[in-house]
């Protein structure tokens, strides 16, 4: 495989072994290792060695390829962790969704109880509710 880096990219540099990382896991194709900023220990980060910012500059199998990787890694981290009661598996596909390492990678965070990690949703959000005609203007919206 032909890999595609950007000499800016900290994922790149990882990836090329020009800067440190706690690697997990490595193949051809993924590279899993610690996030520096962890949410809870044992916060990891699956990524494709191809550059891209977002999921859809992806390849399908590359793309696919991700979650069997983050699903046994999570696995381990129930094994090995046992205050995680939970497993979070998120992408953050582009700058307005909170991506901050403009290349793609699916964060495997552990959940505990009372660990203090929210998503943060305003207080309209609980009550608003989409009508069924709503819903299905937005689904011909997609399909059109």
């Known amino acids: 495989m032909i890999l595609m880096q950007d000499s800016d990219c ?10 440190f990382a706690a690697i997990l896991y490595e193949d051809e194709d993924i590279v899993a290792f610690m996030d520096i900023k962890p949410i809870n220990e044992g916060h990891a980060l699956i990524v494709p060695k191809k550059h891209a910012v977002l999921v859809e500059e992806l390849d399908e199998e590359l793309y696919l390829k991700l979650f069997p990787i983050a699903r046994k890694i999570a696995s381990r981290i129930k094994e090995r962790i046992p205050e995680t009661t939970a497993i979070n598996y998120f992408i953050a596909d582009g700058k307005d969704a909170g991506q901050e ?21 305003d207080k309209e959000y609980y009550s608003r509710l989409l009508s069924e005609v709503d819903r299905e203007k937005v689904k011909e919206k997609l399909l059109s």
């Open 10 to 19: 900290i994922f790149c540099k990882i990836i090329q072994k020009k800067a």
């Open 101 to 121: 390492v403009f290349h793609v990678h699916l964060h495997v965070i552990p959940r505990r109880p009372d660990d203090g990690f929210r998503f943060i949703f």
